[in-house]
Structures are given as C-alpha cells and as structure tokens.
C-alpha cells in the first residue's frame, strides 16, 4: 500500500471511532519493529521523523526506509509525518522529499524553545497549510505549549489550550489535525507522580472536540512509561530513576472525545533500551552488532503492538483504499502547483 496522507488516516479513524498511534524513528529497527507490530495486528500506523531523526539518519536514508516499507508490508496503510516542524522550510522540504504529512509547531518560535504569540501561530501555520494543502498534504498545528524538552523541542512550560482560541485558530488555519495541551509533557519523566484527573485537563479535549466535532486531535507526549519497563533497563545495568507517564485509561478517554492522532516516542525508546542492556547482559561475550540490534527490534515490534490494540487501531488496516496526493488536492478544492 503506498503512504497516505493523515487526512485520510484520521478520517477513517473517526469513522472507526478509534486512535492511530504515531511513533517516531531514528533508524531501520525502530521502523522494522513499528511495521512488524502494524502487519501483526492489521493497523494503520503514522509513523514521525523529528528533525533530530532527519538529521541523524539523514533524509534520504530516511525516505528510501519509508518506501522499502511500503513494499515490504503492503497491507499496511501508513503515514509519513514530519514531527515538530519548526518553520516553513522545514515543512517545505520534508514535503519535497516525500512526507505525506506535517506539522507546523507555530507555538514555539523557529529555535523550539521560545514561546510564540497566538498570531504569529496563525501566520506561519496559515503560511504551511497553503503550500501543503496545494500538494495534497495534510497539516497538524500546535496550540498551547506542553512541559518537558524532548530531541531539542521544547519550553519547559505548559500553556493549556484555550478552547474558543482553539476554535478561532482553526478557522482561520484550515489545518486538518490539532495537537492540544492538556497537561501532558516530553520525555521520560513527565510528572511527580502518578497523574489523574488532577493533572490531565481531560475537560479541555472534552469542550474543543464539543466546539469542533470535525477536527482530528492531537495528544503530544504520550507515553505510558511502563514501570516494568524502568524495572528491565535498571536490572540489566541502567540506572534510571521512577518516572510516572500518561496512564492509557486516560489516553482512551480522550480517544472517545475525539483525539485520533496519540504521540508515543518515550515508550519506544525505554523498550529499545531495555531489550539491547539485556541483550549485552545476557552475551556479554557477543561483539556482533546485530544481537543486540534485534532485540531492539523486538522490544519495539512488542509496545508498539500493544499500544495499537489499546488505541483500538487493530484490526483497521483493511479499512482503507489509498486516496493519491494528487487526489487529496482536489479534495481541498485548490490548484495543483505548476511542476
């Protein structure tokens, strides 16, 4: 199946009345075991490149490992998304390369660290929507802030999301997804302790999905962070302290109040961790790299697996027949731009 665009994923999605995990890769493992998971469980799947992983990888490495697959599951449908993109060009030429989708973090200034106004969000969202739009790409925009600092994005602060000012920004944006901030953060160690109700604004999706039925949302820092997983890296020699993540019962409540786009990149990178300090533990004689990188690979095939049947994505991969970009263009009702 070729790469569809995340209109078409999280429009299905609603449909379905169920979340699509977004997992972020760095290398051919963690797309490896996200693939894996995806054609073992019949999901759709976004899969993100941060512009850390761009850089890391490299875009065309990047690029040529989303196509090898799309050949090698061909059953599973698939979005390429650009993660965090900082300005116009950085969405710009993740569209040029290929990505069927990205977004525009117009909450935070080009360095990704200083917070900007409301109306610069709108002018530089606004700015990519109309150049994505015109290629049949779609577009996810920011609005509130979120805590933590993560591959460099970040401003340590939380700003929930306003809902009328929600309203407004997607009027005047036309973006086809919303990632809002409801109290969540970056990185492994999102909050002192075990978040409720207390800690999660879940009120907030509640009254921007009852204001803007239509919008697809956005959960950002998502991870569960599973003790069990802190518990395996510290008994194979890691030495990471408690940390508490986004319980998935929460996660679900916002699934049913509209959320269909849910972050998850901590996760994956604890179950990578955990499965190469066991893989050095249990061998420590063994000096062939691929030992310890299958193992990656498992851990990640294994909780992205079990995020998509808790999201409720399993199962839905057959739901689809891939709307072209050209397609997607028409959809939006504006010119294909001159080759």
């Not at 490495?61 to 799309?70: G, R």
Request: aromatic share 6%.
């Amino acid at each position: 199946m070729a790469l569809v665009s995340l209109r078409q994923l999280l429009d299905e999605a609603a449909t379905g009345g169920y979340g699509v995990g977004a997992f972020n890769i760095n290398n051919m493992e963690q797309l490896q075991g996200i693939m894996e998971a995806a054609a073992e469980t019949a999901s759709p799947v976004i899969v993100q490149a941060s512009r850390g992983a761009r850089k890391y990888a490299g875009d065309r490495f990047l690029y040529a490992l989303m196509v090898a697959a799309t050949e090698t599951w061909p059953d599973v449908p698939v979005v390429l998304h650009q993660d965090h993109g900082n300005s116009p060009e950085t969405c710009a030429t993740a569209i040029e390369l290929g990505f069927t989708s990205v977004m525009m973090d117009g909450s935070l200034r080009e360095d990704g660290k200083t917070i900007s106004t409301y109306e610069e969000n709108v002018a530089v969202t606004r700015e990519v929507v109309d150049f994505a739009h015109a290629r049949g790409v779609s577009v996810e925009g920011e609005l509130g802030t979120l805590g933590g600092i993560e591959d460099g994005v970040g401003s340590g602060e939380v700003n929930l999301t306003d809902p009328e000012q929600a309203e407004d920004f997607v009027a005047r944006t036309g973006v086809d997804a919303l990632a809002v901030a409801i109290g969540t953060s970056h990185g492994a160690y999102k909050f002192s302790r075990a978040p409720d109700k207390e800690v999660l604004a879940m009120d907030v999706i509640e009254e921007i999905h009852r204001r803007l039925p239509d919008t697809h949302l956005v959960m950002h820092g998502s991870s569960s962070v599973p003790a069990s997983l802190i518990d395996r890296i510290n008994a194979a020699g890691g030495s990471m302290k408690p940390a508490f993540g986004v319980p998935v019962e929460e996660i679900q409540q916002g699934i049913r109040h509209g959320v269909r786009k849910v972050n998850v990149d901590t996760d994956g990178r604890l179950a990578m961790t955990a499965g190469a300090r066991e893989a050095f533990r249990d061998d420590p004689a063994e000096f062939d790299p691929r030992h310890f990188l299958k193992a990656t690979r498992q851990a990640m095939r294994e909780v992205v697996a079990e995020r998509m049947v808790q999201f409720g994505t399993a199962g839905h991969a057959g739901d689809y027949s891939p709307a072209s970009l050209e397609e997607m263009t028409k959809r939006y009702g504006v010119p294909i731009p001159a080759a």
